[in-house]
């Protein structure tokens, strides 16, 4: 078949991700509905293109390289409520809409279960990827099911949150589902009643400061962007990806090995293990406020790498290496970066 007039040729990266990293890539088309979606993967099929499916960038590391695919931005929109009662509403969310304004309107309408996903850079369709959350929440808390395009069976199908393989950052679209749907969109059951108190301790420590002992959701989401917007620095005045590497989740027999040597170590309960804050193993290594390869990990957060001299993928992809190796060093805990790398390697860490 012909190349759609939509798809454009050699296209730059870099100022679709939010780290500031990324070669050409071969073709690129917005998506702003499931139709331009569908035939710009009937073209790459015919033309044995490979596929990357590019939502606002905040969640992937791209090569210098060309990139020999085709670039798929989702940017199909929608907000609907489509079933509501007294305790919960239920909403189809296309898989382009910008996540914190998905966030926001949901708080203003008085529903529960996102709120302390406030902040959190991305489109909404991005979400079940990495299976997004912060502060004790992520969506698979909420989510009914994802809507997509599935290229195998060239036809949009509906997925069960029980098929998404989620994980602690982690699911299917990672691993073994990899490349075979293009989330179109989203929906969420979200609940009416008053929202669960915060758990986390930044969280706490703010709201008690603030003399909010029973905070409503503006007052937590409030509460999040305050508590963010100090230690994550605007992407587009600083190009970063947020907090760039999972916390590690650790058995019990390895916290307690731990602790006798740093008996202050934060942890929290995950499932049978224990969850380690990645932050604070940076900080003990010395790494907060560092500069190495031309990047810099953030003063106040050492979980964020930050890009002010546009480096590129090779020199961040250093950092990582050396900062994995440091942490593995001192704890013998292996950290694992959170973005998705696109290279022609396909690195896995």
Known sequence: MPKPASIAEHVELAPYTTMQVGGVCDYF?????????MEACAWAEDEGVEVLVLGEGSNVIVSDEPLHRLVIKVEIPGFEVVAEDDESATVEIGAGEHWDGVVDRAVKRGWAGIEAMSMIPGTAGATPVQNAGAYGQEIADTLVLVEAYDRQE???????????????????????????????????????KAPAEPTYASLKRYLEAHETPRPTLA?????????????LPDPSVVPNAGSFFKNPIVEPYVLERLRRRY??????????????????????CGLKGAEYFGLRLHADHALVITNPH??????????????VAKVDDKFGVRLEPEPLFISSENRQW
Do not use: N
């Not at 088309?29 to 979606?37: K, L, M, Q, R």
């Not at 008996?263 to 193993?281: H, I, R, S």
């Open 263 to 284: 008996p202050d170590m934060p942890a929290y309960e995950y499932g049978d293990g224990y969850k380690l804050a990645a932050g604070w193993l940076l900080d003990q």
């Open 310 to 323: 546009h480096a590129g993928y090779a020199d961040l992809v250093k950092l990582v290496e050396f900062i």
């Open 219 to 231: 007052q937590i989401r409030s509460a999040v962007m305050s508590v963010r917007s100090k230690i």
């Open 29 to 37: 088309v917005p998506a702003g509905d499931v139709a331009t979606v």
């Open 154 to 192: 060239h036809r949009v199908v509906t997925l069960a949150p029980g098929s998404c393989g989620f994980g602690y950052r982690d699911s299917a679209f990672k691993h073994e589902l990899a490349g075979r749907y293009v989330i179109v969109g989203i929906t969420l059951r979200l609940s009416k």
